[in-house]
């Protein structure tokens, strides 16, 4: 009887070992599945921040180049400072972006005719990154108020780039309005992406 009693019980605690064994094992599918859901996610956000960050240096060479435009591209400067990547963020913020603004400012003083027109907006930017706070650097850059500020920027440089054009059509049809178009498209990709993120 004493051994019949042991034996039930042996069976029973083996039986909820294995179910203990089984629901780990579902709890860490689960797990990695949704490690690997927001991984994704997160790779999608970096992806369209450099998307985004690159295509307002292309519009920031248009419009230094050939674009022209009465538009307030300067705009473009603290667009390309919420959404540059962390990486280039942090390089261009450290010692090397502090060397960069130096000689920038150094030009700019004691070689004002040497300094070239092109070179006012990136000068701009590296200053920004270099001198603003922490709180813009850090909680805003990569909080909701950038991601506002983002969108904001990216509709009213539409709005603007429609209205020079003469329209939404010819802003989209004509051959040299369509590359501009379509740089400042892109400009949206990283804001609603991580809006639609913030809020899901």
Not at 106 to 134: K, N
Request: hydrophobic residues 55%; positive net charge; charged residues 15%.
């Amino acid at each position: 009887m004493g051994k019949m009693a042991y034996l039930a019980m042996k069976t029973d605690s083996e039986n909820l070992i294995a179910s203990d064994f089984k629901e780990i094992g579902i709890a860490a599918k689960k797990l990695a599945n949704d490690a690997i859901k927001l991984g994704g996610l997160g790779f999608g956000t970096t992806f369209l921040k450099w998307v985004a960050a690159f295509a307002a240096i292309y519009l920031l060479i248009l419009d230094r180049t050939n674009w022209k435009t009465n538009m307030l591209t300067s705009l473009l400067v603290p667009y390309i400072f919420f959404t540059l990547p962390s990486i280039l963020f942090n390089v261009l913020r450290g010692e090397v972006g502090k060397w960069i603004a130096f000689i920038a400012v150094v030009l700019r003083l004691f070689f004002p005719r040497h300094f070239p027109d092109w070179l006012e907006m990136p000068g701009s930017l590296i200053l920004l990154l270099v001198v603003a706070p922490s709180l813009f650097a850090h909680t805003f850059r990569d909080g909701l108020v950038g991601i506002i500020i983002c969108l904001f920027i990216g509709c009213y440089l539409l709005q603007e780039h429609i209205r020079a054009s003469g329209g939404f059509r010819n802003a989209f049809t004509k051959s040299h309005g369509i590359s501009n178009t379509i740089g400042i498209v892109l400009l949206f990709v990283y804001p609603v992406w991580a809006l639609v993120l913030h809020f899901l």
